[in-house]
Nanobody
Framework: VQLQASGGGLVQAGGSLRLSCAAS????????MGWFRQAPGEERDIVAA???????YHADSVKGRFTISRDNAKNTVYLQMNSLKPEDTAVYYC?????????????????WGQGTQVTVSS
C-alpha cells in the first residue's frame, strides 16, 4: 500500500486548503482512510477518518471546519480545511488500514503516507 499526500502550504488564518492523498497497491474501497497531524513537540493525533461504508469521524477541534471525503474512482481521500487557525499548523499525514477507524485510537493504522506541512499564519 502506497499513500502520497499533497496540498499542504502556507495560508493566513481564516483561509482554506485541501489536502489530497492518492492511494495505490490495495483495494481502496475496502480500506478505512484518515488524516492525522503532528505539531512540533506534540503527539500525532487523529484529525478525521472515513470508513469503507461512509461513516466519518472528525476531531472536536476541527468539527465544522474540516471535512473528510473520498473518491473511490480516483483512489483518493481528501481533507477540506476551512477557517484555518494558527493552532492547525502541523505536519499532516494520510493513513489507511483494513481495520475500521474505531480501532485507531488504541492501535495506529498500518499504512502511512509522507507528511505534508500546513502552516497557518496569524
Amino acid at each position: 500500500v502506497q499513500l502520497q499526500a499533497s496540498g499542504g502550504g502556507l495560508v493566513q488564518a481564516g483561509g482554506s486548503l485541501r489536502l489530497s492523498c492518492a492511494a495505490s497497491g490495495h483495494t481502496f474501497s475496502t480500506y478505512a482512510m484518515g488524516w492525522f497531524r503532528q505539531a512540533p513537540g506534540e503527539e500525532r493525533d487523529i484529525v478525521a477518518a472515513l470508513s469503507w461504508d461512509g461513516g466519518t469521524y472528525h476531531a472536536d477541534s476541527v468539527k465544522g471546519r474540516f471535512t473528510i471525503s473520498r473518491d473511490n474512482a480516483k483512489n483518493t481521500v481528501y481533507l477540506q480545511m476551512n477557517s484555518l487557525k494558527p493552532e492547525d499548523t502541523a505536519v499532516y499525514y494520510c493513513a489507511a488500514d483494513q481495520r475500521n477507524y474505531g480501532s485507531w485510537f488504541t492501535s495506529r493504522p498500518r499504512y502511512w503516507g509522507q507528511g505534508t506541512q500546513v502552516t497557518v499564519s496569524s
